[in-house]
């Protein structure tokens, strides 16, 4: 019954036994119990020190029990008081910790892993060090596809929020393909890009993984990097890339598309601007109001994260709309 307060099963049925049949004397209370006087005296003084009991004064010298409610409210107040000491504690220890980082010697700051077991067990070290957010470049050459990372599902379970940008050979392989799906539906926010420069894995902005290696052995030598000016490239290097990418959809049990589209309109639309057109004279050709063209404009600027109508036509470049 109190156990979660931290009484062992005898300190328990002493107050019990105080509590159901009133207060006594140690060795009236040791008749009860069918225990030594020794051994009782040691449970009383627990329970004293947790706040269960108290003693009269002598002659009496009786243990009389605390109110039950009374005494596990006392004892939740201290023990909250207890663990806000600790995390003041906590939080000097991070202090510390974040200043003996920023003052990493440089050869601290890169690591060199080798090895494919060694590198996979870095790729779990980042997850598992991401608090907000990982950061994915998924690049070939590829790894043996697997059904799904389970360890994603656990730190997306713990709030985490995965951003992985695919290369488009990624949806060549169906199982792979299928992998990329499973992580969709479970959460992951993907994109697709042509011609990924790296593998890339970023936690946070605490810690990155990056192979050594662009070709067959990329799996079998990493860096893994921590908080410097080529961590802060590398996270760069992954906005730059997410902003001009094509998001992803699941489409199926099996299969993800592109959730970003273009009708044959807006396709008409953009040949026309592109072409030099301005937006009186692009909506008088497609029979649409200037505030039409502007206003549909602005959506496929949204779509493609484009701030500019400039980007836009790069963008519908890129993406094969032109």
């Known amino acids: 019954?109190?156990?979660?307060?931290?009484?062992?099963?005898?300190?328990?049925?002493?107050?019990?036994?105080?509590?159901?049949?009133?207060?006594?004397?140690?060795?009236?209370?040791a008749d009860r119990l069918g225990l030594s006087e020794t051994r009782v005296r040691r449970v009383v003084g627990v329970l004293e020190r947790e706040g269960f009991v108290h003693r009269t004064p002598p002659p009496a010298d009786r243990v009389v029990p605390v109110p039950p409610d009374l005494a596990v409210e006392q004892l939740i107040r201290r023990r909250y008081a207890e663990l806000e000491l600790t995390r003041e504690a906590a939080h000097r220890l991070a202090a510390e910790a974040q200043g003996r980082a920023s003052n990493r010697r440089t050869e601290e700051l890169i690591e060199i892993v080798s090895g494919r077991a060694a590198v996979g067990r870095a790729f779990e070290r980042v997850q598992r060090s991401a608090r907000q957010e990982m950061r994915v470049l998924v690049a070939p050459p590829y790894a043996i596809p697997t059904s799904v990372n389970t360890t994603q599902l656990d730190r997306e379970a713990a709030g985490v929020?995965?951003?992985?940008?695919?290369?488009?050979?990624?949806?060549?392989?169906?199982?792979f393909a299928a992998s990329v799906a499973a992580h969709i539906r479970a959460g992951e926010l993907a994109r697709l890009a042509v011609g990924l420069p790296t593998k890339l894995a970023v936690a946070d902005r605490t810690l990155a993984l990056l192979p050594l290696a662009w070709t067959a052995s990329a799996h079998n030598a990493a860096l893994l990097v921590h908080p410097c000016g080529l961590l802060d490239a590398l996270v760069a290097l992954f906005e730059t890339?997410?902003?001009?990418?094509?998001?992803?959809?699941?489409?199926?049990?099996?299969?993800?598309?592109?959730?970003?589209?273009?009708?044959?309109?807006?396709?008409?639309?953009?040949?026309?601007?592109?072409?030099?057109?301005?937006?009186?004279a692009a909506g008088a050709r497609l029979g649409i109001s200037r505030r039409?063209?502007?206003?549909?404009?602005?959506?496929?600027?949204?779509?493609?994260?484009?701030?500019?109508?400039?980007?836009?036509?790069?963008?519908?470049?890129e993406r094969g709309w032109l």
Do not use: C
């Open 161 to 175: 929020t995965y951003r992985a940008v695919y290369d488009s050979s990624a949806l060549d392989d169906p199982e």
């Open 241 to 280: 890339l997410w902003t001009q990418a094509t998001p992803l959809s699941a489409a199926g049990p099996e299969q993800v598309s592109t959730a970003v589209g273009i009708t044959a309109e807006d396709r008409h639309l953009l040949s026309l601007l592109v072409a030099g057109l301005t937006d009186e």
């Open 1 to 29: 019954m109190l156990k979660f307060a931290g009484l062992s099963a005898v300190e328990e049925s002493a107050y019990l036994a105080l509590i159901r049949q009133g207060g006594a004397r140690l060795v009236d209370l």
């Open 292 to 317: 039409t063209v502007v206003r549909r404009v602005q959506v496929l600027m949204e779509r493609t994260n484009s701030r500019s109508r400039l980007q836009l036509g790069w963008q519908a470049h």
